[in-house]
């Protein structure tokens, strides 16, 4: 993301898509079996290629987590 630090290499922006990976796969079991955001990102884990990442905010993965199961929400709409 420009601004936020030097450039990245493809091994970076590919731990990167691993993170984004792991919110949506948090989120569709979450969905699954009834959790708020908040249940989810309180257990929620970095992959561990990604946990030396240290400039998430505290509130960052309820936030990814709640955008998630929002969006979640529309599909049931799609199917229906």
């Known amino acids: 993301v420009p601004g936020h ?3 990245s290499d493809a091994d970076a922006f590919g731990r990167y898509v691993a993170v984004l ?3 949506e796969a948090h989120a569709r079991e979450a969905r699954r079996v009834g959790r708020t ?3 989810a990102a309180a257990d929620f884990e970095l992959p561990s290629e990604s946990t ?3 400039s998430f905010s505290p509130s960052y993965f ?3 987590l709640g955008a998630w ?3 979640l929400e529309g599909e049931d709409s799609w199917t229906h």
Request: no cysteine; glycine share 6%.
């Open 5 to 7: 630090g030097p450039l």
């Open 52 to 54: 030396h990442w240290t």
């Open 69 to 71: 199961l929002t969006e």
């Open 62 to 64: 309820e936030r990814a």
């Open 21 to 23: 990976d792991a919110v």
């Open 37 to 39: 955001a908040a249940e």
